[in-house]
């Protein structure tokens, strides 16, 4: 008579806190992740509400201060974007200041006004920029991964579109051939910084070890052997 076969170890679900407050990146990372077998939470969901400051000199830096601070507090695995757009005639600005650019009380319509003011006189040839996000993967145990994803484009001398978020309104994308704010979140995100850096991370996701990394320190249990 042979042994019935034991129930699974770790039956139940992955979980993964999205390390983020912001709304657009949220409903982004969901919908991009949507046919993955992990059940995401938003920090608030989870518990975690609040975040350190971001005072690291690179978007992996900062990113990783946000996901290990949400690891830590909830106990499970957690994902967290930096991200910004570089406007080469800035001499790379925004940058690493995307979010804060012309003052912390600015709503995205204002810093979308201050950028093109400070481009006012600058020729459509020199408008290049780009999008760039970090994401990066913290455990409770220490497990630190990371994904990157960039987007080559011009800044727009106004808002088009009413899609997206944060400068979506005046990046133009020369792959998708018309504005983010004009394109649909699968459009978006089949060229987008962010996007690439979730194809990169989901990837991840088929690999061996990731369920493994993802459970090295589970909250209803012991880790695995």
Known sequence: MTDAPSP???????RLVLATANAGKIAELRDALADREVELLAA??????????????SY?????????HVAAA?????????????????????????ARFGGDDLGDGERIAYLLARMR??????????????????????????????????????????????YDPVFWSREL????????????RAVS???????????????PEADTVLRSRDPFGDPPD
């Open 8 to 14: 699974p170890r770790d039956a139940h679900p992955l």
């Open 44 to 57: 608030a969901e989870a518990g975690a509400g609040r975040f350190p400051p971001e005072e690291g000199d």
């Open 60 to 68: 992996e830096a900062n990113a990783l201060v946000k996901a290990a």
């Open 74 to 98: 909830t106990g499970l695995p957690a994902l967290a974007d930096d991200s910004g757009l570089e406007v080469d005639a800035l001499n790379g600005a925004p940058g690493l200041y995307s």
């Open 121 to 166: 006189t600058v020729p459509d040839e020199e408008r290049t920029a780009r999008f760039v996000s970090v994401l990066v993967l913290a455990t409770p145990a220490g497990e630190v991964r990371t994904f990157e994803g960039r987007c080559e484009g011009t800044i727009l001398h106004g808002p088009r579109g009413r899609a997206g978020f944060g």
């Open 177 to 188: 051939g018309k504005g983010f704010g004009q394109a649909s979140q699968a459009e978006k």
């Open 193 to 207: 910084h962010r996007g690439r850096a979730l194809e990169r991370f989901a990837a991840w996701l088929d690999q």
